[in-house]
Structure formats: C-alpha cells, structure tokens
C-alpha cells in the first residue's frame, strides 16, 4: 500500500508517536508512584516529626511578605506581566505548476515584561507544634492570587506593569499572581532532617528524596490529580503506541495496519503491566521499611526517655539537698543570734557563713520549684513523643496491611510472601516505670529491646 502522505513526513509522525508511547508510560508510572506513596504515607503531627520522608498539613506561619500584586500577605508568591503580540507574516511558495506565490498568515503569542517574587522558610503549624519547612527544591502549588488581562486604559496597565511596550503589541496585558497566604491550609510531603541550629526536625529538599511537595491542595486533591495523570497518560500512550503500530504497517507493507496498531497496542500493554508489577513490588518493600523505620523510631524514644530523665532527676535531687544546706545554715545563724544574750559579743558565725559562701559561689541560683518544671515538662515531652512514635508505627502498620488485603496488591503480596504486621497494643508497648530519683550505679545501659518486626 503507498503512502498517503511524504514518506520523510509519515517516518517522522511514526517515530514521534512511539517517542511519546514510551514518554507517556514512564509518566503515567511516575504519576502512580507518587499516589502510591501518599496514599500509603501516614499524616504525622509536628510534634512528631522524626528523619525521614513525611507526610504533613497544617497552617503556613512566620513573617509574610506583601505581595507585588494583590498586596496580600504571604509567605511565599511569585507574580508576572506579560503582553499580547500579533504579527502578519508574509511568506513566498511554490505552487503546483512551479510559479511562485505569496500568501499572509497571522502569529500572535505572548511576551513577559516583568516577573518576581519573594520565599524564605516558613512554618508549617497544626495542634501539637511546628516545624521549620524550606520550600527552595520542592514542587510548590499555590493559590492562584490573580489572574486578570486589562487593556491600556485600566489603572492597572501602566500602575503594576511597565512604562514601555513591545512591538506590535495588542495593547492587552496579562497580570497572574500566586502564592501562600499567610495562615493558609497548606500539605506537605518531604524529607525531615534535624535541624543545625536547635535540637529539632525540618523540612527540605534532599538528593534521591521520591517527592518533596508544597501544596494548598488537600490530601484528596492531590491524589485526584495524579489518579488522573496516571490513568489519562496511560490512555494516551495506548493509542500511540496503536497509531505507530499502524504507521509502520503503512510504510513498510509488512502486515496490515490495523494487525500491526493491534500488536503494538498488545505489546504496550505487556510492558505497561510488567512495569507496573515491578512499581507495586517496591511500593511493597518501601511501605514495609517503613514499618520497620517506625518500630525503631520508638526504640530511639524509649531510649532517649531512659537516657535522659534518670539524670534530669538526679540534678534536680542534686538541686534539692543544696537549698536544704543552704536552708540549714541560714537556720543556724538565726538561732546563734537568737542566743546571743544583748550585750554580749556577736554570734560565732563564721563557720557557716563560710559554708554558705561556698554553697552561694558554686549555686548563684537556687530555684527548686523552675527545676522541678523542667522535669515535668521534659517526662511530658518524652511520652508525647513517645506516644506519637507509636501512632506513627500504628498507622504506617495500618497502611501497610491495608495494602496485603487490597486487589491486587494481595496478589503480589501473596506470591513474594508479604505479610502482616501487629499493630502495636497497649500491653506491648508499656514499659517498666523510669524512677524519679537518681539511677543506682548498676543502672542498664538502656531500655529492653523490643521484638524486631
């Protein structure tokens, strides 16, 4: 069968429609991958954020800028001005009997004039506390502040935009801005480190991190948009990779067409499922790990409680029996000059204002009961984390075996020997009490170690 059309073109077309077959099944995976991840990634407090890939939401907090714009107060915008064009081209050609013709045609398209905005950290803020979040690498999707075309006689032509033009300007002008609202909604998945000035987590980008995205979409929003990816892209592939199934079949005569957009099709499908296996699989083992990081991140908590609370006791013990002597000594002055007859020479106080000189020296500060706040503010903080290292077990867990029971994940969990694991109950995690008085010498080293999952 000959060619409808140039062959140049029509090889062209064909390798084109199997460059994008190709591009549109590696996207559409890279779309699942990422819902795969969310949709399997628990939402973490802040307060229990610990180093790893997290999931987040909450409220954007610090200093907002004002943006160009619409003046608002944000915590990161970006904003542009761009200007319409429109040109008539006149273009020579050959007709078919060979003489030489001109004919006109219109482009148009648009040109930035001017564009900007600001960023810097911010917090993200929710009911337990905040986290320091650096937006600089992440996919950042914002509200769309404004988004107006204006022709010359609007205020807002010359009074946000440039004085100049451009050549063969339409007089129409397009002003977009967007941004973070201070105190917006915002949805974060990223990777925690801990944070070099203080001890605490942060998020940022990092190299090898799956995804790090900045979002004033919702959880659920997100997902509808990349389900919509995945399976729009995977589509499209399909049909191209039919379409240039057809096309080798009408350059090369070898089969027809339509077998040949048949087999294509069929074996786009193959290479889509195999990849697809290949992507559940380690959405599988990913999932499990984080099991697993989960469990540890309670053995860390549990060490960090053994660790740390015995020797907060012991200062604060420490503390107590200094104001006693302290206390004792100012009690015997007193009673030396409350037996000191009138008249009669001073008290022999030196011995112990000796002793409350050093006693003064050594401890400036004697404040039992701001000790004792600390210590309970520190055994608070200590179980919060602790409790919240364990809801992050629980519903990394949770996620985990959802997915072995789910179709089809189930099936491949099966065949590779996936199984379940126990949530983490009461009984399991309880420990033996942390003593509040200082830790004899024959202390353990640490807390029991827990059964590995």
Request: hydrophobic share 40%; net charge negative; with cysteine.
């Amino acid at each position: 069968m000959e060619p409808a059309m140039d062959p140049s073109l029509a090889t062209f077309l064909t390798a084109l429609a199997g460059v994008l077959a190709l591009l549109c099944l590696w996207r559409s995976h890279a779309a699942n991958r990422h819902y795969r991840l969310i949709e399997a990634l628990p939402t973490s407090r802040t307060q229990g954020v610990f180093i790893g890939l997290v999931e987040l939401k909450g409220t954007a907090e610090g200093d907002p800028f004002i943006s160009y714009l619409t003046g608002q107060e944000c915590i990161l915008y970006r904003w542009s001005v761009s200007e319409e064009w429109r040109r008539v081209v006149t273009e020579t050609y050959q007709d078919q009997q060979g003489r030489t013709q001109t004919r006109q045609r219109v482009e148009s398209g648009w040109t930035t004039l001017a564009s900007g905005g600001e960023s810097r950290p911010f917090y993200l803020q929710d009911e337990t506390g905040a986290v320091l979040v650096h937006p600089d690498g992440a996919d950042v999707r914002p509200f769309q502040l404004m988004s107006e075309r204006v022709t010359a006689i609007d205020p807002l032509y010359y009074g946000k935009g440039p004085a100049g033009s451009i050549m063969n300007s339409t007089g129409v002008r397009q002003f977009a801005e967007d941004g973070i609202p201070h105190h917006a909604e915002v949805f974060i998945v990223g990777q925690s480190r801990e944070r070099a000035d203080v001890v605490a987590a942060e998020v940022a980008a990092a190299p090898g991190a799956p995804l790090y995205l900045v979002t004033t979409e919702a959880e659920a929003q997100v997902l509808r948009r990349y389900g919509r990816s995945r399976d729009g892209l995977g589509i499209l592939g399909l049909v191209l990779a039919g379409a240039c199934g057809y096309g080798i079949g009408v350059l090369t005569g070898i089969a027809p067409p339509p077998w040949l957009a048949a087999a294509a099709a069929g074996l786009y499908l193959i290479f889509w499922i195999s990849t697809w296996v290949w992507m559940l699989f380690n959405s599988l083992v990913d999932v499990r790990n984080r099991v697993r990081q989960g469990w540890s991140l309670i053995e860390v908590q549990l060490k960090r409680r053994h660790d740390l609370i015995p020797p907060l006791v012991a200062a604060v013990d420490g503390l107590r029996l200094h104001e006693r002597d302290v206390t004792e000594a100012v009690t015997t002055l007193r009673q030396q000059q409350q037996a000191t007859p009138p008249g009669q020479p001073g008290p022999e106080y030196h011995g112990a204002a000796a002793r409350l000189a050093v006693l003064v020296e050594r401890y400036p500060v004697l404040k039992t009961s701001d000790a004792f706040l600390r210590l309970q503010h520190s055994l608070t903080e200590t179980e919060q984390r602790i409790a919240l290292a364990r809801d992050y077990f629980n519903d990394i867990t949770t996620a985990y075996n959802t997915r072995l029971e789910v179709f089809p994940d189930s099936l491949l969990a099966r065949l590779f020997g996936f199984t379940a694991q126990p949530l983490l109950e009461a009984a399991d995690f309880e420990r033996a009490p942390v003593p509040l008085h200082p830790p004899p010498a024959s202390a353990p080293d640490g807390p029991p170690p827990l059964a590995p999952v």
